[in-house]
Each structure stands twice: as structure tokens, then as C-alpha cells.
């Protein structure tokens, strides 16, 4: 076809296309810089990659699709969608803040927090072959996977430093806690629904009717059978030798990179005074050289730094940091301690959080490993390197053949030595051994694989690599009544007990508005009737959706306060509010105290971190690709 249309684009007919061609963009002109639409969204100019987008949207769907039997509905899958994209706009936004502010993490910390992931670990303990092979099921590499975990870090002492300088005044965290321990005294009885059951009768007319007008709720689900090739890994282990001097090189390259330490790390005690909507920059800088002041009067550092300083992490510590890669801290503080002797003390230092006044305490050298210490750990790795270099070149064979076999994977498994394996009974939402994994099932049930009858493109699973094919395919169907009367007529009782609980709950509240008091007369035997006594927020034992209605009712004036609600069990509850108790802070211990005071610094620092978010994306130039997220 191409070579037809190349045949015949000759002559004049060629050249009143070319003419119309370049009046179209002299007239309406071509956007350059649209052409690239690989990317979900633009942030201040820098791309979010829809590759990655849709990598994370896929793992967000699967983990979700486990509890929708019938798939996710459309208005759920557009709030995840949406929600996906506003979590990476904000990360964006906060790297590139970092960026500007200056924040570095080091190889020595990105390595630390990775080795202390539990998904990475294995009895414990930090396991290479783990750490690709979870990687590799998520479709990352480990330099891709480290960049994000360094941005992602670099991000984190943004936060905290934002969160840092939270506080609360002490009339603040007295009104918390008189709000978070409020009791309500309340009586309450709840119907159950299931008391009506034995006396309701469903005629055979409304089950038919049922089933006729909700044909869609009582279909059988839709399967399929598959054939499969699966490449485990542990194949390319089999194959894998490593030498000596291969070893030898791998130790020369790491330690060129200051793997096996070699790095300085220096411990430093600091004092913050911060500049915030209470302190202005020169009162602060004010502060800080009154307390320099001292420091050269000859009174104790640890000591001021544990009356003065604004930075809660340190505080306690007397200012103490410890041990720490200079590279961790924005470029004032770290220039400051770098370009120290142990015992000199500088200051005021100017950071985006106040003045510090620094003192560098000790500095100690990592010494390098050899390559007899470290050889066992190399060989592993270097064998699980190559091991992955195999496994991903068979992988790439088994990809190659599958593509080239188009519908049979017969001559796939001829040429490659694995066995043709079949799995039936699969559905959208469940399916047996590795058709269990819900990318495994989302492939099958795709339209080139369903509908046209090809062979998969290669799955990444933790077992291995694997292609697919559909051998076998039951669509859904309208069961038949006879299998389904049962279930309907079960629902149906269920419908009509709780209207009656709801009928008869509606009555007791106007009953007991007229008495003014909860009236129990006439409830069923099975009711549960509970006495007036105080409620906490938190009151275990009593229905959620019951203990928020008594907290969101307005204080009681004087007349008990009474109202009713259908509970999420088809329950019908009745409460009596007759009180309110605010809490009182003079009650609690002093541990208790500055736990509340920590947890209301915490919600309180959230609060300015999503509104300091929310002025970078008001500020920000973002472009959303909505063409290709739809």
C-alpha cells in the first residue's frame, strides 16, 4: 500500500498536495513543540512521563480492580486518574523546589534508605537478587529506581524542613484537646434488621420481576482459557561464571565511586533561630548574635541549644546532628561545617529556615574496604548482574519468537526448550496460579489477545517472563432462574427487613420526641438498648456511622436532642443526645500532653505544607496532556 501511494504521489497531483500542504501552514502554522506528546503533564517546562504515568496507573488499577467483581466504574478510574496526576504534579513541584533550594542527597544515603525497604529484605537482611527482581517486575531499572528514591529524599527534607518550624501555642493545643476528648453522653437502641426476616414471605411474582428488570446482576462471569510459555529466572542463573579478574574490575569500578567508603562524614551541633510570621529577619538575626554572644561569654553550647534553638529534631540533643555526609545539608550550612575545624564555631548562618549559629564537633574518615572484605558480597552481585543480562537477552529471544509466531506458540516452545503450559477458568476479576496476578489477567482479557487471537507481548512477573495466548473464551450469559431464585428471594427478604426496621425506627423517634427521652416500649426482643452514658470519638463497640452522627449533631439545648439513621448493616438506630463534656488538658500527664502537642504539630504542619504546595501550583505553569491521558 505504502509503495502504491509513493507510485502514484508523482507529478502534478504531488504538487497540489504539496501546495495545499503549505498553505495550511502558512496559514494555521505547525506547533514544533507539540510534536513530542510523551509526556503526561508539563511542569514549569519539565516533562512527567506518561510512560511512568501509566506505569503507576496500571499498578493503581490492579491493586483496585480486586474489589470491583464487575470492573472498576468509570467515575472511580477518573478520580484515580486524576488523584495519580495531582500526587506527581506536587512531587514535581517540590523537586524542583528542592533543586532551587539547594538540597543534596549523597550515594552513601540513597544506598541506606534502599537497603532498609522491606520489600528488599530478606530474613532481615538486604538481598541484591531480590532488589532486581522487584524492580524488574515493576518495569525499573536501578538506576531509574535510585534517581527517584534521591529525588524522593531530596523531596523529604524539603517537607521536613517546612514541617519543622511547626508549633502550637499552649491555648491552641487546650482547645485541641478540649475538642478531640469531647464525650457526648447519649442513650441509644439499635433494631436490627434480621429480626423481620422470619416473618417476611416473597412471592414468586416479585422474584421473577427482579430478574427479568436486573437481568445484568445475575449473569455468569465471563472466562477464559489460555496457553502460556513462562522464562523463570532461575534459568539464567544456571548458565552465569564470573572470573577473578572480572571481580577485580568490578571492585576497581565501585571504589572509583567511593562504594566501599573512603567518604567523610562530619558531626556538627547547630542552634536555630527562625525567621517566621512571629520573628522577621531581623529580629531573628538579632537573636541569633545574642546567643553567639554567649557562646564566646563561655556558657555551654549543648546547654543554649537546648533552651533556645527552633529546630525540634535537634533540640533534645543539644543541637547534636551526629554523623552525617555534608553533602545532606542546603549549601550555607554545609559550606559552613566543610569549611570548619573540629571546636570552631560559626554563625549567624543564613538557610531558608532562620540564622544558625554552628559548631563542627568531629570529623572522621571511612575507611575503604579491601577487595578481600567485600569479594563474596561482589561475586553475588556481579552474578545476579549477569544473570539479568541473560535473562533479559532470552527474554528478548521469547518476545522476538512470540511476535514472529503471531497466533501459536507451539514453535515458540520448540525453539526456546520451555514447556507449553494451560490455565482455564480465568475471569476479569480472579483466576488460578499465575493468572491470579491481575496484569496476567488485564493481558488476556485485552482485545488483541481476546478478540484477534494473538500472541501477548512478554509479562513481567516475579516468577519470570511470560507470553500468553487465548485458547478458549465463554462470554457471559444470563443464568438461569433456577440457579439464582434462591439468592434473589435471600436479597429481597433482606430489602424489605430493613425498610420495616427503618419503618419502625422512624416511628420510635417520633415517639420519643414527644416524650422527650428515648422511648424502648414496644422495640423487639432482639433490640439493643443501651442506658445514657458518655461516648468517646473513638468508642469501640459502637457502629462508625452511628458514633459520627452523635458527634456531628449540634450541642443539645436544654431537651435531650433525639434523631435516628439507617445504618450501613440495614440496621436502624435511635439516639438520644443529652450532653456534651469537652475535654480538659489539666487531666492528662505530662507524657500525654506533648504526645497531643506533637500529633497537633503534625496536622498543623500538613496543613501549611499542602497550602505551601498549593502556592507553588498557583504560581506554576502546568500543561496537562488530556489527549493522551483519555
Given at each position: 500500500m505504502l509503495q502504491i501511494i509513493r507510485d502514484k504521489l508523482t507529478g502534478w497531483v504531488a504538487i497540489i498536495i504539496f501546495i495545499f500542504i503549505g498553505l495550511a501552514f502558512a496559514l494555521w502554522g505547525i506547533d514544533i513543540g507539540g510534536a513530542n506528546l510523551n509526556y503526561a503533564a508539563k511542569v514549569n517546562g519539565e516533562d512527567i512521563s506518561l510512560n511512568d504515568f501509566r506505569r503507576q496507573q496500571q499498578n493503581q488499577l490492579s491493586q483496585y480492580a480486586q474489589f470491583y467483581q464487575d470492573g472498576i466504574p468509570p467515575e472511580i478510574e477518573d478520580r484515580l486518574r486524576q488523584n495519580l496526576l495531582e500526587s506527581m504534579i506536587r512531587e514535581e513541584l517540590l523537586s524542583q523546589r528542592s533543586d532551587k533550594?539547594?538540597?543534596?542527597?549523597?550515594?552513601?544515603?540513597?544506598?541506606a534508605a534502599i537497603q532498609e525497604m522491606p520489600a528488599f529484605q530478606a530474613d532481615g537482611e538486604f538481598s541484591m537478587d531480590l532488589y532486581r527482581g522487584r524492580l524488574l517486575a515493576q518495569g525499573l531499572s536501578p538506576a531509574g529506581f535510585e534517581a527517584r528514591m534521591r529525588t524522593a529524599l531530596r523531596n523529604a527534607q524539603l517537607q521536613q524542613g517546612l514541617s519543622g518550624s511547626g508549633f502550637v501555642t499552649d491555648s491552641e493545643l487546650a482547645r485541641y484537646v478540649a475538642l478531640q476528648d469531647q464525650q457526648r453522653e447519649v442513650a441509644w437502641a439499635i433494631i436490627p434488621a434480621t429480626t423481620f426476616l422470619d416473618s417476611i414471605s416473597i412471592a414468586e411474582e416479585a422474584i421473577v420481576a427482579e430478574y427479568e428488570s436486573n437481568s445484568d446482576a445475575y449473569q455468569s462471569p465471563e472466562t477464559v482459557a489460555i496457553q502460556y510459555l513462562l522464562l523463570p529466572r532461575e534459568l539464567a542463573d544456571e548458565s552465569v561464571t564470573v572470573s577473578e579478574q572480572e571481580l577485580q574490575e568490578y571492585y576497581d569500578q565501585e571504589s572509583a565511586v567511593g562504594r566501599f567508603?573512603?567518604?567523610?562524614?562530619?558531626?556538627?551541633?547547630?542552634?536555630?533561630?527562625?525567621?517566621?510570621?512571629?520573628?522577621?529577619?531581623?529580629?531573628?538575626?538579632?537573636?541569633?548574635?545574642?546567643?553567639?554572644?554567649?557562646?564566646?561569654?563561655?556558657?555551654d553550647f549543648a546547654a543554649l541549644a537546648a533552651e533556645l534553638s527552633d529546630d525540634p529534631g535537634s533540640k533534645a540533643q543539644g543541637g547534636d546532628l551526629g554523623f552525617a555526609d555534608p553533602e545532606i545539608y542546603v549549601p550555607p550550612f554545609?559550606?559552613?561545617?566543610?569549611?570548619?575545624?573540629?571546636?570552631?564555631?560559626k554563625g549567624p548562618v543564613r538557610t531558608q529556615f532562620g540564622y544558625h549559629i554552628i559548631r563542627l564537633e568531629e570529623v572522621r574518615d571511612q575507611g575503604t574496604k579491601s577487595f578481600e572484605e567485600v569479594r563474596d558480597d561482589l561475586l553475588l552481585e556481579l552474578q545476579a548482574r549477569k544473570a539479568e543480562e541473560v535473562f533479559y537477552?532470552?527474554?528478548?529471544?521469547?518476545?522476538?519468537?512470540?511476535?514472529?509466531?503471531?497466533?501459536?506458540?507451539?514453535?515458540?516452545?520448540?525453539?526456546?526448550?520451555?514447556q507449553l503450559q494451560q490455565i482455564g477458568g480465568i475471569t476479569r476479576t480472579a483466576g488460578p496460579g499465575l493468572a491470579s496476578n491481575p496484569e496476567v489477567r488485564d493481558v488476556a482479557f485485552s482485545d488483541p489477545v481476546l478478540l484477534d487471537s494473538e500472541n501477548s507481548d512478554t509479562i513481567e512477573l516475579d516468577e519470570g517472563i511470560m507470553v500468553l495466548r487465548v485458547t478458549g473464551h465463554q462470554p457471559s450469559s444470563l443464568l438461569p432462574l433456577d440457579a439464582v431464585r434462591?439468592?434473589?428471594?435471600?436479597?429481597?427478604?433482606?430489602?424489605?427487613?430493613?425498610?420495616?426496621?427503618?419503618?419502625?425506627?422512624r416511628t420510635v423517634v417520633e415517639q420519643s420526641l414527644s416524650a422527650g427521652q428515648l422511648v424502648t416500649e414496644g422495640l423487639p426482643e432482639a433490640a439493643s438498648i443501651n442506658e445514657s452514658r458518655f461516648v468517646k470519638r473513638a468508642e469501640a463497640g459502637l457502629a462508625a456511622d452511628l458514633l459520627v452522627a452523635i458527634f456531628a449533631a449540634r450541642k443539645p439545648q436544654g431537651e435531650a436532642l433525639i434523631n435516628g439513621l439507617q445504618l450501613a448493616s440495614g440496621d436502624y438506630a435511635i439516639y438520644a443526645l443529652t450532653g456534651v463534656k469537652a475535654g480538659d488538658i489539666n487531666t492528662l500527664t505530662e507524657i500525654e500532653v506533648n504526645q497531643r502537642r506533637r500529633e497537633l504539630v503534625g496536622i498543623t504542619s500538613n496543613l501549611e505544607l499542602a497550602a505551601y504546595i498549593a502556592k507553588l501550583r498557583e504560581k506554576a505553569s502546568i500543561r496537562i496532556n488530556e489527549e493522551q491521558l483519555n
Open positions: 533550594f539547594g538540597y543534596r542527597v549523597g550515594n552513601v544515603a540513597v544506598a567508603g573512603g567518604s567523610e562524614e562530619r558531626r556538627a551541633r547547630h542552634i536555630l533561630i527562625s525567621v517566621d510570621d512571629d520573628t522577621d529577619d531581623a529580629a531573628a538575626l538579632a537573636a541569633a548574635e545574642a546567643v553567639l554572644a554567649r557562646i564566646e561569654s563561655g556558657e554545609r559550606e559552613a561545617i566543610v569549611t570548619s575545624e573540629p571546636g570552631q564555631i537477552e532470552r527474554a528478548a529471544e521469547l518476545r522476538d519468537l512470540a511476535f514472529r509466531a503471531f497466533n501459536e506458540l507451539a514453535s515458540v516452545a520448540e525453539d526456546t526448550g520451555l434462591d439468592g434473589i428471594r435471600a436479597k429481597l427478604a433482606r430489602a424489605e427487613a430493613e425498610a420495616r426496621a427503618a419503618e419502625l425506627g
